[in-house]
């Protein structure tokens, strides 16, 4: 039987050898960390999965394959459907109306209060009902008791030099195959805010640095993120960190009395249209540039690997020209 070998434990190689397993394959995971942490820029993620809002300032992709990400993931972790909320201050509403025109499924709302009471002094926003989030280090771990279940264990090691049919899913480690990757830094911060209740994942539109801010229970919050186009994934900025929180202070004045819990950057793998790429080079399939929309666009890219090594099918996300 064919053995494929997948190289990394991020969110895009555990989707890919979730889904080989998934169709009968026999699969290895190799990961020199031993499995996802904060090693990796997965574990940082917000964990939204959003399509029609991430349309704002993203391809028509994004949009059509997140769709499907929200009943890929829930199939196979918990995710919570109660949609997201898009706000903006009174002085910013022309970015509400720039952001609705640039995106869709969504219902014009003036009852903030009756979604989130505790953002009852912003009139007006969009609510997308159909979207959802999850807890990505939790999800990440679902899926390695998935795999662990149908016999895959993540070996911490790397792959062996003899490894045949081998799937790389490293992300920027990459890049000494892939020279078009580049690293777009994300910072985000989790703190505690027992006397803020928010339920849903709430975007703030915000001119300097948009906000968005995701409840992971027992009044814990993911802030971020930053995009920003750099090599450094040492520390947050201290303009960084001022914006997040000051944005997190206009959504309710209680987050002034946080407790920030985690500090967190990374940097993000994207190719130059922020898509990514299914490449063979060398006898190796490359699954890469996820970019900011990991858990939108893992479950796609990974169908796209398994349609291209079990069935010979390409998919948009196949690189012909690095064939």
């Known amino acids: 039987m064919t053995v494929y070998s997948v190289v990394g434990a991020g969110v895009a190689g555990l989707t890919v050898a979730t889904e080989l397993v998934e169709r009968g394959a026999s699969v290895r995971v190799f990961d020199p960390a031993g499995g996802p942490g904060a090693h990796g820029c997965s574990w940082w993620a917000g964990g939204m999965l959003a399509p029609w809002c991430e349309y704002e300032n993203a391809e028509e992709p994004v949009m059509r394959h997140g769709q499907h990400a929200l009943n890929w993931w829930g199939d196979r972790t918990s995710v919570t459907r109660k949609g997201t909320l898009v706000v903006a201050s009174a002085r910013d509403t022309a970015d509400l109306r720039r952001f609705a025109r640039r995106t869709e499924q969504f219902e014009e709302t003036s009852e903030i209060a009756g979604l989130e009471p505790d953002l009852d002094r912003f009139p007006r926003g969009l609510f997308f009902a159909g979207e959802a989030h999850l807890d990505p280090r939790h999800a990440l771990g679902d899926l390695v008791i998935g795999l662990r279940e149908k016999g895959v264990e993540i070996c911490a090691e790397h792959a062996p030099a003899d490894a045949s049919n081998l799937i790389d899913c490293r992300g920027l480690a990459a890049r000494e195959a892939l020279p078009d990757l580049r690293g777009v830094k994300g910072e985000m911060l989790v703190i505690r805010a027992p006397d803020v209740s928010l339920t849903r994942p709430v975007r703030l539109l915000h001119p300097r640095i948009p906000l968005y801010i995701v409840p992971r229970g027992d009044g814990v919050y993911m802030l971020g993120a930053t995009m920003i186009e750099a090599e450094d994934r040492r520390r947050i900025t201290a303009r960084s960190m001022l914006e ?63 349609d291209l090594l079990l069935e010979g099918k390409t998919s948009e996300f196949h690189d012909e020209n690095h064939a």
């Open 244 to 306: 997040l929180l000051s944005a997190a202070y206009a959504l309710n004045t209680a987050f002034g009395e946080a407790e920030i819990l985690e500090i967190g950057t990374d940097l993000r793998p994207a190719f130059p249209d922020n898509l990514p790429r299914i490449r063979q080079i060398d006898g190796v399939t490359y699954a890469n540039g996820l970019y900011r929309h990991g858990y939108l666009l893992a479950p796609a890219l990974a169908q796209g690997v398994a």
